[in-house]
T-cell receptor
Framework: GEDVEQSLFLSVREGDSSVINCTYT??????LYWYKQEPGAGLQLLTY?????DMKQDQRLTVLLNKKDKHLSLRIADTQTGDSAIYFC?????????????FGIGTKLQVIP | DSGVTQTPKHLITATGQRVTLRCSPR?????VYWYQQSLDQGLQFLIQ???????AKGNILERFSAQQFPDLHSELNLSSLELGDSALYFC???????????????FGPGTRLTVT
């Protein structure tokens, strides 16, 4: 079945760039997502990329997709303490007329002041 | 505010008991998903309903069951509770599948279940 893997923890200093990586197995993925979960809250969509794109930039966020290697990354430039959260990678595959989204386990980003 | 509501916010119960978690999706959303988030297992997909029908099953134990009602709200029933069932349970909803649309899932605030 579909599987999404990401590392559990990342620690960076405030002002540095953060790179969170993710690998997935479903070759029929149509969209890939990054969700953010702040402490005590549910997940919120941060950004997404369509599977026929290589890169998407949105202010401090850059998403890179290597479809051949099934590798997705999220780069946060000038990381701030407010970026401390858990980041979930997710991939969507469309099957049988409805979509199925598979989430990774989540990477906890700790930003050190 | 995602528009997805979950009740109760917190629940403390004893081992062996049964509880029901409730979720109301965003207005107009047909799909409801249930997830379990624990410290050691991360976010685990449990089950998905679409317009009242079960569509996908993940790592859902046999002691757990769910349903989606005609008004599209959903309930997750957890029975014979064990200490290891203590976790955050999230509900998410999404609209009708449309080709070419990113199809975001909207998450509720979660129900924190503590089994003692």
């Amino acid at each position: 079945g579909e599987d999404v893997e990401q590392s559990l923890f990342l620690s960076v200093r405030e002002g540095d760039s953060s790179v969170i990586n993710c690998t997935y197995t479903d070759s029929s993925s149509t969209y890939l997502y990054w969700y953010k979960q702040e402490p005590g809250a549910g997940l919120q969509l941060l950004t997404y990329i369509f599977s026929n794109m290589d890169m998407k930039q949105d202010q401090r966020l850059t998403v890179l997709l290597n479809k051949k290697d099934k590798h997705l990354s999220l780069r946060i430039a000038d990381t701030q303490t407010g970026d401390s959260a858990i980041y979930f990678c997710a991939e969507r595959g469309d099957s049988g007329g409805y979509q199925k989204v598979t989430f990774g386990i989540g990477t906890k980003l700790q930003v050190i002041p | 505010d995602s528009g997805v509501t979950q009740t109760p916010k917190h629940l403390i119960t004893a081992t062996g008991q049964r509880v029901t978690l409730r979720c109301s999706p965003r207005s107009g959303d047909l799909s409801v998903y249930w997830y379990q988030q624990s410290l050691d297992q991360g976010l685990q997909f449990l089950i998905q309903y679409y317009n009242g029908e079960e569509r996908a099953k993940g790592n859902i134990l046999e002691r757990f069951s769910a349903q989606q009602f005609p008004d599209l709200h959903s309930e997750l029933n957890l029975s014979s509770l064990e200490l290891g069932d203590s976790a955050l349970y999230f509900c998410a909803s999404s609209p009708r599948l449309t080709s070419g649309v990113p199809y975001e899932q909207y998450f509720g605030p979660g129900t924190r279940l503590t089994v003692t």
